[in-house]
């Protein structure tokens, strides 16, 4: 099965396709678990879960394994939604979270709050200073689309943004008072689900949530663009409310994520890449499939931060970026083979 002008799809059976990344997120998940300082077999892992066996186990699976296992699952699942969202209604394959700034104004709400001195990046302080960044580059976001409803409009708007809070961002690391202020800013922006609690689980998870709920409500909406602007719109599309779903969803879920695990990259903009060959081209159909993948993706580049041998623990965003940015030599490589064969 060939769709013009895009790689052939394998085009595998949805809920096949469905079942096998479930079962492999499971998998992924429990030896997110298992994955640890200390040494605990699967068995008292799994009892210690739900509250039995020796107390210092409950305490390690609950309290500290738990919490960044539900973090790399809920953020993971938050970038990949969004990011096949982004890609489905703006038709650019390169959309991803950042294209609409909220992940770089977070990083600078949380920054800022790093270089003031208020909180460590550890304190629950530095989530809600994300949050609020986010939640106002949003809200400049949606004045601007609010009067010219344009895809290009959305697209300028949200990388001036974008690279306005990244510029604000790399002036706070210039002008920080002292070498271990700028450290610790330069390592939070690197991203980490490491010693993070249930409290950050508790602060993100409402924001998540509600980012699932309206993201997924875009899915026919989606499929009407495919056919055209004017065909949506005669099958009830409303684009500018649909241009404040995407942008409010991505928004919410975003900024939760950054304001907990630091800025995460390449996974929204990579994940609808590897699910949609399988899959189906049809935007509506990749939501699903690109919220577990990108879920399981995350869990796993957790679990190879924790493998990897160093003096102190690799952050999660170089993972991820090293994950990426091969992946998109790969598919230049694809898409000049494609086109060849095309001419």
């Given at each position: 099965?060939?769709?013009?002008?895009?790689?052939?799809?394998?085009?595998?059976?949805?809920?096949?396709?469905?079942?096998?990344?479930?079962?492999?997120?499971?998998?992924?998940?429990?030896?997110?678990?298992?994955?640890?300082?200390?040494?605990?077999?699967?068995?008292?892992?799994?009892?210690?879960?739900?509250?039995?066996?020796?107390?210092?186990?409950?305490?390690?699976?609950?309290?500290?394994?738990?919490?960044?296992?539900?973090?790399?699952?809920?953020?993971?699942a938050t970038l990949g939604l969004s990011g096949a969202v982004l890609q489905g209604?703006?038709?650019?394959?390169?959309?991803?979270?950042?294209?609409?700034?909220?992940?770089?104004?977070?990083?600078?709400?949380?920054?800022?709050?790093?270089?003031?001195?208020?909180?460590?990046?550890?304190?629950?302080?530095?989530?809600?200073?994300?949050?609020?960044?986010?939640?106002?580059?949003?809200?400049?976001?949606?004045?601007?689309?609010?009067?010219?409803?344009?895809?290009?409009?959305?697209?300028?708007?949200?990388?001036?943004?974008?690279?306005?809070?990244?510029?604000?961002?790399?002036?706070?690391?210039?002008?920080?008072?002292?070498?271990?202020?700028?450290?610790?800013?330069?390592?939070?922006?690197?991203?980490?689900?490491?010693?993070?609690?249930?409290?950050?689980?508790?602060?993100?998870?409402?924001?998540?949530?509600?980012?699932?709920?309206?993201?997924?409500?875009?899915?026919?909406?989606?499929?009407?663009?495919?056919?055209?602007?004017?065909?949506?719109?005669?099958?009830?599309?409303?684009?500018?409310?649909?241009?404040?779903?995407?942008?409010?969803?991505?928004?919410?879920?975003?900024?939760?994520?950054?304001?907990?695990?630091?800025?995460?990259?390449?996974?929204?903009?990579?994940?609808?890449?590897?699910?949609?060959?399988?899959?189906?081209?049809?935007?509506?159909?990749?939501?699903?499939?690109?919220?577990?993948?990108?879920?399981?993706?995350?869990?796993?580049?957790?679990?190879?931060?924790?493998?990897?041998?160093?003096?102190?623990?690799?952050?999660?965003?170089?993972?991820?970026?090293?994950?990426?940015?091969?992946?998109?030599?790969?598919?230049?490589?694809?898409?000049r083979q494609f086109a060849r064969s095309e001419a």
């Open positions: 099965m060939t769709k013009s002008g895009s790689q052939p799809s394998l085009a595998l059976d949805r809920p096949f396709c469905l079942l096998i990344i479930s079962g492999g997120l499971l998998l992924i998940a429990f030896l997110s678990l298992l994955i640890g300082p200390a040494s605990i077999s699967a068995r008292h892992v799994f009892f210690g879960l739900f509250g039995f066996g020796d107390e210092t186990i409950v305490i390690i699976v609950q309290q500290i394994r738990l919490p960044r296992t539900l973090l790399g699952f809920m953020i993971g209604f703006t038709r650019n394959p390169l959309a991803s979270p950042s294209l609409i700034g909220t992940s770089n104004a977070a990083a600078f709400g949380a920054s800022a709050v790093l270089y003031l001195g208020a909180a460590g990046a550890l304190s629950i302080w530095l989530p809600f200073a994300a949050i609020v960044a986010a939640f106002i580059s949003a809200t400049i976001l949606l004045a601007l689309v609010s009067r010219d409803g344009r895809i290009v409009t959305l697209i300028l708007a949200g990388l001036a943004l974008s690279s306005f809070a990244s510029a604000l961002t790399a002036l706070l690391l210039n002008l920080a008072p002292d070498p271990f202020a700028a450290l610790e800013i330069a390592f939070w922006l690197l991203g980490s689900l490491a010693d993070r609690s249930m409290v950050h689980v508790a602060l993100a998870a409402p924001f998540i949530l509600l980012s699932w709920v309206i993201l997924w409500r875009t899915r026919l909406h989606l499929q009407a663009l495919t056919l055209g602007r004017d065909v949506a719109v005669t099958l009830g599309t409303d684009p500018q409310k649909l241009s404040f779903m995407v942008i409010g969803g991505t928004a919410l879920g975003v900024g939760a994520a950054v304001a907990v695990s630091g800025v995460v990259g390449f996974v929204g903009l990579v994940v609808p890449h590897i699910v949609r060959p399988l899959v189906g081209y049809d935007p509506g159909r990749t939501l699903l499939p690109s919220a577990l993948f990108g879920a399981l993706l995350l869990l796993g580049a957790d679990i190879l931060v924790r493998l990897i041998p160093t003096y102190s623990e690799m952050k999660l965003g170089v993972i991820t970026a090293l994950i990426g940015v091969p992946f998109f030599f790969v598919l230049v490589f694809r898409e």
